[in-house]
């Protein structure tokens, strides 16, 4: 016969008090409509962004640097790398989140994933500016 493990001392909390702030769900949300929030943002930006990769189809860099020197242009631009760059990291989080089982393995991708991320969007702000400047 094989002993089982005693019970611990009884508990006056409910289960629900026991597993509330506990969990995914207490930030999930937020990601699951930022993610959402930037694909909506995507989707209004996209066409100015076709219009504008049309425009400076067969043009040289400074042709491309009198495009992008319009200030709108290369607002809307920056925008758009905001906007995709921001969804691609939080979907890289949740992907990562949901398949790297070892603790230490996911906080290293993770922390790798945001580090990728702003290196991403620094280095294209970076190259837009430098086009828009006509440096």
């Not at 929030?37 to 043009?59: D, E, F, K, S, Y």
């Not at 400074?62 to 995709?84: D, E, K, V």
């Not at 969804?87 to 993770?110: A, F, P």
Request: proline share 4%.
């Amino acid at each position: 016969m094989s002993a089982q493990p005693s019970p611990g001392p009884k508990s006056m909390r409910t289960p629900l008090s026991r597993v509330r702030y506990l969990g995914s769900s207490h930030s999930g949300t937020k990601d699951f409509w930022r993610q959402r929030l930037t694909a909506v943002a995507m989707i209004l930006l996209i066409v100015p962004m076709i219009l504008i990769v049309t425009m400076m189809l067969g043009r040289n860099q400074a042709g491309a640097a009198q495009i992008l020197g319009s200030p709108l242009i290369a607002i809307l631009m920056l925008m758009f790398i905001a906007a995709s760059i921001w969804h691609m990291k939080i979907g890289m989080q949740v992907v990562i989140e949901d398949y790297v089982h070892d603790e230490k393995l996911k906080l290293v991708s993770i922390m790798a994933n945001n580090f990728f991320s702003v290196a991403v969007a620094l280095a294209a702000a970076y190259a837009i500016f430098k086009l828009s400047s006509g440096v």
